[in-house]
C-alpha cells in the first residue's frame, strides 16, 4: 500500500498569513496514465471532507483562489496565501492512483 | 445541485450486520463511480470501497474485504454497503462520495456506525 505522510500535523497560523502543508508518499504517484492522482481535502469542525485541489493543482468549483497545490512525483504541498478563518479545519491529502486509496494522517490548522 | 444522503447507521453488536444506503440526486448517477470511505471517532479518513459506474469492477480495502459488500442500483440513484461481522473497529462514520476520474468530487453528510455490546 502507499503510505501518504504529511508534515506538519498541527500548523497555528495567524490570520492573513500563509501556511503552507507537505505530503509526501512512499512511491511514486505517477499513474500509468500519465496523471497523478493526487487529492487534497479540507474538514471544517463537525462537517465532512470537502474537496479543494485534484490532480496535484486543480481547484475544484467554488474553491478560493487562495488555496493553491504543487508538487510532483512523491512530494507535493498545499500552500493557503492568506490565511482566513474559516480555513480553520484538518486537510488531508489523499491518492487514487492505486487501489487501495489512501489517505495521509491529516494537518490540523488553526488560528493563533 | 449535487446531493448524497446517507442512512443506515446504528447501534450494532459485535459480529452482526448493517446496510448503508447512499441516495444520489442532481447529477445522472449511473455516469460516475462511486466509493465508500469511513472516519472512525477523533481519527483520520480511511478508504472502504469502490464500484464502477456499472458495477462491473469493485475494490475493498483489506480491512474489509470478505465482509463488506458494495452494490449500487442505478435505477434508483442508489449505491448500498452491506456490512457483516462487524468488529469494534469499525465503529465510524460512514461516508459516500461520488468519483470523477479518481477524485471524490462530492461527500455526503456521512452516518454513524456503533459496534458494541
Known amino acids: 500500500d502507499i503510505v501518504m505522510t504529511q508534515t506538519p500535523l498541527s500548523s497555528p497560523v495567524t490570520l492573513g498569513q500563509p501556511a503552507s502543508i507537505s505530503c509526501r508518499s512512499s512511491?511514486?504517484?505517477?499513474?500509468?496514465?500519465?496523471?497523478?492522482?493526487l487529492s487534497w481535502l479540507q474538514q471544517r469542525p463537525g462537517q465532512p471532507p470537502r474537496l479543494l485541489i485534484y490532480?496535484?493543482?486543480n481547484r475544484f468549483s467554488g474553491v478560493p483562489d487562495r488555496f493553491s497545490g504543487s508538487g510532483a512525483g512523491t512530494d507535493f504541498t498545499l500552500k493557503i496565501s492568506r490565511v482566513e478563518a474559516e480555513d480553520v479545519g484538518v486537510y488531508y491529502c489523499?491518492?487514487?492512483?492505486?487501489?487501495?486509496?489512501?489517505f495521509g494522517q491529516g494537518t490540523k490548522v488553526e488560528i493563533k | 445541485q449535487v446531493q448524497l444522503v446517507e442512512s443506515g447507521g446504528g447501534l450494532v453488536k459485535p459480529g452482526g450486520s448493517l446496510r448503508l444506503s447512499c441516495a444520489a440526486s442532481?447529477?445522472?448517477?449511473?455516469?460516475?463511480?462511486m466509493s465508500w470511505i469511513r472516519q472512525a471517532p477523533g481519527k483520520g479518513l480511511e478508504w472502504v470501497s469502490y464500484?464502477?459506474?456499472?458495477?462491473?469492477?469493485?475494490y475493498y480495502a483489506d480491512s474489509v474485504k470478505g465482509r463488506f459488500t458494495i452494490s449500487r442500483d442505478n435505477a434508483k440513484n442508489s449505491l448500498y454497503l452491506q456490512m457483516n461481522s462487524l468488529r469494534a473497529e469499525d465503529t465510524a462514520v460512514y461516508y459516500c462520495?461520488?468519483?470523477?476520474?479518481?477524485?471524490?468530487?462530492?461527500w455526503g453528510q456521512g452516518t454513524l456506525v456503533t459496534v458494541s455490546s
Open positions: 464500484i464502477s459506474s456499472s458495477g462491473s469492477t469493485i
Open positions: 490532480k496535484i493543482s
Open positions: 462520495a461520488r468519483v470523477t476520474d479518481f477524485w471524490s468530487d462530492y
Open positions: 489523499m491518492q487514487a492512483t492505486q487501489f487501495p486509496w489512501t
Open positions: 512511491q511514486s504517484l505517477v499513474h500509468s496514465d500519465g496523471n497523478t492522482y
Open positions: 442532481g447529477f445522472t448517477f449511473s455516469d460516475y463511480y
